[in-house]
């Protein structure tokens, strides 16, 4: 069974930084896109980053210079390395990757995981 699994998250003070990895696992034939949302209470998921099959990346313009998104295709990973941290950034960061089980691609989501920007 396809599933996304990102481990990670926590705590951490404001300016320092966190790394967020997110790995396909199951049978699929190839994947596209892989990015990153995160959403705060209240609001609906937006878009952080997101990384094609290419290595073109992009970001939304609050993260830009502290945020940096790569993928291992070799593992079906991608992370997200996080720096200079603020607490504006406190959500929970979900991971997406857009996947071939068999003809179609679709959307696949990780479970979750809260990040709190915190002294």
């Known amino acids: 069974q396809m599933q996304l699994v990102e481990p990670g998250g926590g705590l951490v003070q404001p300016g320092g930084s966190l790394r967020l990895s997110c790995a396909a696992s199951?049978?699929?034939?190839?994947?596209?896109?892989m990015g990153w949302y995160r959403q705060f209470p209240g609001k609906q998921r937006e878009l952080v980053a997101i990384?094609?099959?290419?290595?073109?990346?992009n970001y939304v313009d609050s993260v830009k210079g502290r945020f940096t998104i790569s993928r291992d295709t070799a593992k079906n990973t991608v992370y997200l390395h996080m720096t200079s941290l603020k607490p504006e950034d406190t959500a929970v960061y979900y991971c997406?990757?857009?996947?071939?089980?068999?003809?179609?691609?679709?959307?696949?989501w990780g479970q979750g995981t809260q990040v709190t920007v915190s002294s």
């Open positions: 990384i094609n099959s290419g290595g073109s990346e």
């Open positions: 997406k990757a857009v996947i071939r089980v068999n003809v179609f691609f679709r959307d696949y």
């Open positions: 199951g049978s699929f034939r190839s994947i596209n896109d």
